[in-house]
């Protein structure tokens, strides 16, 4: 298994361009969520899905946008990149929701958006 | 809501000494989970440990082991004969034993350092 893979690894934006970080998992895995981590922040969660068809806002859902069309992919989409979305960003899976499924996380995206 | 609070924004450990790292956390329910992730230069979330709030004994994996006091509210990861290897930035989370609606809450993180 490969886990949960993301691309791109590192990107730079200009202000006012869109692009979508794209993550996938092969562990037929229902929960998969999106994290942004900033400096002395912690990780903060952004959008989660639940199932094909379902998502749901996190903490800090604000100039982002997700969808869910099939179990594997969970992409991030920003439609128009500011500066302060400039992070390192995060998705992970869990067999289902709730404490008792371990969340394994990909080895994230480093953005910047200048 | 949920809080997860590390106050300890930087800690550093002789090699082969104990160090124990903090965490305390805010909640209304009684059935949670906690957990201790590391995060390497590698950007990397490793899950270190995981404790089941319904539990009183308190989880161990090898060097590492927490002491959970459900009642305080708080749950500190003890690291005995620490490693370089342990070098890392750690995060307290924690979330809701089940439901549609769980989130994994974070701390800011703590920055352990480990002195040669």
């Known amino acids: 298994n490969a886990g949960v893979t993301q691309t791109p690894k590192f990107q730079v934006l200009k202000t006012g361009q869109s692009m979508t970080l794209q993550c996938a998992q092969d562990?037929?895995?229902?929960?998969m969520s999106w994290y942004r981590q900033d400096p002395g922040m912690g990780l903060r969660l952004i959008h989660y899905?639940?199932?094909?068809?379902?998502?749901d806002q996190g903490e800090v859902p604000n100039g982002y946008n997700v969808s869910r069309s099939t179990t594997e992919d969970f992409p991030l989409r920003l439609l128009s990149a500011a500066p302060s979305q400039t992070s390192v960003y995060f998705c992970?899976?869990?067999?289902?929701?709730?404490?008792?499924?371990?969340?394994?996380f990909g080895p994230g995206t480093r953005l910047t958006v200048t | 809501a949920q809080t997860v609070t590390q106050s300890q924004p930087e800690m550093s450990v002789q090699e082969a000494e104990t160090v124990t790292l903090s965490c305390t956390y805010d909640t209304s329910e009684s059935d949670y989970y906690l957990f201790w992730y590391k995060q390497p230069p590698s950007r990397q979330m490793i899950l270190v440990i995981r404790q089941e709030a319904y539990k009183q004994q308190n989880a161990t994996e090898n060097r590492f082991s927490v002491n959970f006091q459900k009642a305080a509210k708080s749950f500190s990861l003890k690291i005995s004969d620490s490693q370089l290897g342990d070098a890392a930035m750690y995060f307290c989370?924690?979330?809701?034993?089940?439901?549609?609606?769980?989130?994994?809450?974070f701390g800011k993180g703590i920055t352990l350092s480990v002195r040669p």
């Open positions: 562990m037929n895995h229902e929960y």
């Open positions: 989370a924690y979330r809701t034993y089940t439901g549609a609606n769980s989130k994994l809450t």
């Open positions: 899905s639940v199932g094909a068809g379902i998502t």
């Open positions: 992970a899976s869990s067999y289902g929701a709730g404490g008792l499924y371990e969340q394994y």
